[in-house]
T-cell receptor
Framework: QQQVKQSPQSLIVQKGGISIINCAYE??????FPWYQQFPGKGPALLIA?????SEKKEGRFTISFNKSAKQFSLHIMDSQPGDSATYFC???????????FGTGTRLLVSP | SQTIHQWPATLVQPVGSPLSLECTVE??????LYWYRQAAGRGLQLLFY??????ISSEVPQNLSASRPQDRQFILSSKKLLLSDSGFYLC????????????FGPGTRLTVT
């Protein structure tokens, strides 16, 4: 019940296209859902996060869509750029849990 | 602002040798601290986390141990390294009692030969 399932494992998108990464969770007590971006050889960096009281959060070209009834959330990268090529991890946690449950990661390649 | 440091950045050690990786956080007090390992091209495996000095929780039985001798210092150790200990080791911190955001350090690349 603590798992977060992430798909696809890898993704190739043309420059200017939309990248979409999906995650699904089982534990309905989860109340915080962050996304991390990791470049090769670097530590993951917090990209954007959402709480279940909203269905969408947008920061620049990055948008999280959240479907509480389906227990799914997704990251959309609009106008994808080669500089967005990285591995993306979704995660989930619940207040007071002190730990994040991570998805398995999606390797995104944006072709020029 | 808060900063997290890890050293060394890279390390090559022979099998059977000891290990000590250090992580320090600046600009915050009483953080939660975490050690993760990432195998090449793989996900993030939580190894240890700590909610205070001397308080360590182990997530996965293994050849490693962790200690927190000071509030903002977290150390990952091994008495005898195995080949399978190779990987990218990441330290992270979060606000004690916070919403759950974790902030990662730059990582240590460990190669056991």
């Amino acid at each position: 019940q603590q798992q977060v399932k992430q798909s696809p494992q890898s993704l190739i998108v043309q420059k200017g296209g939309i990248s979409i990464i999906n995650c699904a969770y089982e534990n309905t007590a989860f109340d915080y859902f962050p996304w991390y971006q990791q470049f090769p050889g670097k530590g993951p960096a917090l990209l954007i996060a959402i709480r279940p009281d909203v269905s969408e959060k947008k920061e620049g070209r990055f948008t999280i869509s959240f479907n509480k009834s389906a227990k799914q959330f997704s990251l959309h990268i609009m106008d994808s750029q080669p500089g967005d090529s990285a591995t993306y991890f979704c995660a989930a946690t619940k207040t007071g849990f002190q730990k994040l449950v991570f998805g398995t990661g999606t390797r995104l390649l944006v072709s020029p | 602002s808060q900063t997290i440091h890890q050293w060394p950045a890279t390390l090559v050690q022979p099998v059977g040798s000891p290990l000590s990786l250090e992580c320090t956080v600046e600009g915050t007090s009483n953080p939660n601290l975490y050690w993760y390992r990432q195998a090449a091209g793989r996900g993030l495996q939580l190894l240890f986390y700590s909610v205070g000095i001397g308080q360590i929780s182990s997530e996965v039985p293994q050849n490693l141990s962790a200690s927190r001798p000071q509030d903002r210092q977290f150390i990952l150790s091994s008495k005898k390294l195995l080949l399978s200990d190779s990987g990218f080791y990441l330290c992270a911190w979060s606000v004690l009692g916070g919403v759950g955001e974790q902030y990662f350090g730059p990582g240590t690349r460990l190669t056991v030969t």
